[in-house]
């Protein structure tokens, strides 16, 4: 968890101008995507504009957790775990007017910064790669109220927003996809993203236990062949199993 006796004084749960809520700041190893293996801090926001079925941080979602923190106060606890990488992650870390300070003063660190966003919000930030995680029309809540699956349909898809990252960034697009037919919507929407590089779309299975990943990689490994695109597993389930700051 983010310690709050290691940073200045915490502020209560009220939205703040200025400051980003935080639910957890920890050091790990990147377990998905492009830079698999690499040793990193993640800085995860809590909150999140959206609710989807499969969604492994409720605590930053469903249920978010955590004070709120100055970006200096951020960057001083990334600074005291001297790892080069940050992951900068949430729930949806764009949510955050600060982003864009917090991006700025990570970067004058000399860190190494990921974000990784649903790609549903514009913010004018900084960072290394962009890792845009666009959510299907599969990916809607199964039991919430019908007022949240209209807004999670309504907020969930922003090709400009996508766009206008890809032109910006260096990226990667990953896609969570539970079956066959979670597949069949990426291409539709990779077809209607028009231009984007192959080998930095990724596939990643849905799953929290490496047996249930291991049953999903059967037809999807194979189907990453035929299309050209990357599978990406989910390593950190592997070396760690399915447990928070992981
Ligand atoms: S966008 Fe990410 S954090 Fe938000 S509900 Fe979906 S999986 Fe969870």
Same mark, same amino acid.
């Given at each position: 968890?983010?310690?709050?006796?290691?940073?200045?004084?915490?502020?209560?749960?009220?939205?703040? +101008?200025?400051?980003? %809520?935080?639910?957890?700041?920890?050091?790990?190893?990147? =377990?998905? =995507?492009?830079?698999?293996?690499?040793?990193?801090?993640?800085?995860?926001?809590?909150?999140?504009?959206?609710?989807?079925?499969?969604?492994?941080?409720?605590?930053?979602?469903?249920?978010?957790?955590?004070?709120?923190?100055?970006?200096?106060?951020? @960057?001083? +606890?990334?600074?005291?775990?001297?790892?080069?990488?940050?992951?900068?992650?949430? =729930? #949806?870390?764009?949510?955050?007017?600060?982003?864009? $300070?917090?991006? %700025?003063?990570? /970067?004058?660190?000399?860190?190494?910064?990921?974000?990784?966003?649903?790609?549903?919000?514009?913010? $004018? @930030?900084?960072?290394?790669?962009?890792?845009?995680?666009?959510?299907?029309?599969?990916?809607?809540?199964?039991?919430?109220?019908?007022?949240?699956?209209?807004?999670?349909? !309504?907020?969930? +898809?922003? /090709?400009? @927003?996508?766009?206008?990252?890809?032109?910006?960034?260096?990226?990667?697009?990953?896609?969570?996809?539970?079956?066959?037919?979670?597949? #069949?919507?990426? &291409?539709?929407?990779?077809?209607? &993203? =028009?231009?984007?590089?192959?080998?930095? @779309?990724?596939?990643?299975?849905?799953?929290?236990?490496?047996? #249930?990943?291991?049953?999903?990689?059967?037809?999807? &490994?194979?189907?990453?062949? $035929?299309?050209?695109? %990357?599978?990406?597993?989910?390593?950190?389930? !592997?070396?760690?199993?399915?447990?928070?700051?992981?």
């Amino acid at each position: 968890m983010f310690d709050p006796q290691e940073a200045t004084k915490p502020r209560s749960s009220r939205q703040h +101008q200025g400051l980003l %809520r935080i639910c957890e700041l920890y050091a790990s190893v990147q =377990g998905e =995507g492009l830079l698999t293996g690499m040793p990193s801090t993640f800085v995860r926001t809590s909150g999140c504009n959206l609710r989807c079925w499969f969604c492994d941080t409720p605590f930053a979602s469903w249920k978010p957790e955590g004070d709120y923190y100055a970006p200096g106060e951020i @960057v001083e +606890q990334c600074q005291r775990l001297g790892i080069q990488h940050v992951v900068l992650t949430g =729930g #949806e870390p764009m949510l955050f007017g600060a982003i864009t $300070e917090l991006t %700025r003063q990570l /970067l004058a660190a000399g860190f190494h910064l990921t974000i990784e966003t649903a790609g549903t919000m514009w913010r $004018e @930030v900084y960072c290394d790669l962009m890792s845009i995680s666009p959510k299907l029309p599969s990916s809607a809540p199964r039991q919430a109220s019908d007022t949240w699956i209209a807004a999670h349909h !309504a907020r969930r +898809q922003r /090709l400009d @927003v996508v766009r206008k990252m890809m032109e910006r960034f260096e990226y990667q697009l990953k896609f969570v996809v539970d079956c066959p037919s979670d597949a #069949e919507e990426v &291409l539709d929407y990779l077809h209607q &993203l =028009g231009r984007f590089d192959r080998h930095r @779309v990724l596939m990643m299975p849905q799953g929290t236990s490496q047996a #249930e990943l291991d049953r999903q990689a059967q037809w999807l &490994l194979p189907w990453c062949q $035929e299309h050209g695109v %990357r599978f990406c597993p989910r390593a950190h389930i !592997a070396w760690f199993g399915n447990r928070r700051q992981t």
